[in-house]
T-cell receptor, first 116, second 110 residues
Framework: KAGVTQTPRYLIKTRGQQVTLSCSPI?????VSWYQQTPGQGLQFLFE???????NKGNFPGRFSGRQFSNSRSEMNVSTLELGDSALYLC???????????????FGSGTQLSVL | GIQVEQSPPDLILQEGANSTLRCNFS?????LQWFHQNPWGQLINLFY???GTKQNGRLSATTVATERYSLLYISSSQTTDSGVYFC????????????FGEGTQLTVNP
């Protein structure tokens, strides 16, 4: 079974631009979560999607958005990029993400975004 | 929100040594996982362990939920064990959100 796939692997953008990152979950997984990793803030939760609906959201500005498609693939978008958005963006999938239910999260290799 | 603290922040070992990594959390959790981040950035799931003890080869983990801590043991360490180890927890009221500790950077020298 293929793992979580994220594209692209690396991305270089300039301030003010926007960017879209893609995540394909493990087959059969319906929950997709996104995390941002920076040296200063560590790993922080961005949002989670289940059945094409945002189910949970972290403390990030509205410039960060996402969506999920009917095949569970997800995209996240960052508009008006700032230097501080440079980070490793990690996507994770799980079967349903239901609270209290035994569920592992499986992560992709991430997209390394550099904002110049 | 819940606080997750990991110790030590850095650990340097010689190949073959044993080590213990600790994770303290400030509130009740229903999901605790240990991850290893490899040099390419991928987080590899090591254990799902909200309570009790589990073993997988040279690695084992114990979580004492009532005392709000978890331990990850690495025995007979190898250079390939190098990387960052993260503990992540899910609060009972947070839905699917995982809160990560700051990690332990492990370096195993040959």
């Amino acid at each position: 079974k293929a793992g979580v796939t994220q594209t692209p692997r690396y991305l270089i953008k300039t301030r003010g631009q926007q960017v879209t990152l893609s995540c394909s979950p493990i087959s059969g997984h319906r929950s997709v979560s996104w995390y941002q990793q920076t040296p200063g803030q560590g790993l922080q939760f961005l949002f989670e999607y289940f059945s094409e609906t945002q189910r949970n959201k972290g403390n990030f500005p509205g410039r960060f958005s996402g969506r999920q498609f009917s095949n569970s693939r997800s995209e996240m978008n960052v508009s008006t990029l700032e230097l501080g958005d440079s980070a490793l963006y990690l996507c994770a999938s799980s079967l349903s993400g239901r609270t209290g239910i035994f569920e592992k999260l499986f992560f992709g290799s991430g997209t390394q975004l550099s904002v110049l | 929100g819940i606080q997750v603290e990991q110790s030590p922040p850095d650990l340097i070992l010689q190949e073959g040594a044993n080590s213990t990594l600790r994770c303290n959390f400030s509130d009740s959790v229903n999901n605790l996982q240990w991850f290893h981040q490899n040099p390419w950035g991928q987080l590899i799931n090591l254990f799902y362990i909200p309570s009790g003890t589990k073993q997988n080869g040279r690695l084992s983990a114990t979580t004492v939920a009532t005392e709000r801590y978890s331990l990850l043991y690495i025995s007979s360490s190898q250079t390939t064990d190098s990387g960052v180890y993260f503990c992540a927890v899910r609060e009972e009221t947070s839905g699917s959100r995982l809160t990560f500790g700051e990690g332990t950077q492990l370096t195993v020298n040959p």
